[in-house]
């Protein structure tokens, strides 16, 4: 009687143990999936902030590019500047070298 009793318990003590087990496992298996769907979703916003930021990056490059040139557009202009002032003293000191002698 005893001994009938102690198997029965024993097998309801295997039965939970495997329940027991499986649940963890359902649970474990879960857990994954909730975390790799985790992971997926961050390496989906890398991702798409490494294209927003090389956009960001082309901007700024194309940008860069464009003060470049207008720098030096405006260093040309400062230059033919100076070349035309110069022209001009020239012309002045000579006019009065000419106005002097004449």
Do not use: C, P
């Not at 857990?31 to 960001?56: D, H, I, N, P």
């Not at 860069?64 to 202009?77: A, F, G, H, T």
């Amino acid at each position: 009687n005893t001994e009938v009793r102690l198997k029965t318990e024993l097998n309801q003590a295997r039965q939970e143990w495997v329940k027991l087990e499986k649940q963890m496992k359902e649970e474990h298996e879960q857990v994954k999936k909730s975390k790799e769907g985790e992971l997926e979703a961050l390496r989906k916003e890398l991702s798409e902030r490494k294209v927003q930021f090389a956009m960001e990056m082309s901007a700024a490059q194309l940008e860069i590019e464009d003060v470049k040139k207008l720098m030096e557009e405006n260093s040309i202009r400062a230059e033919e500047a100076l070349k035309s002032l110069k022209m001009m003293q020239d012309e002045i000191a000579e006019a009065k070298i000419v106005q002097k002698y004449n």
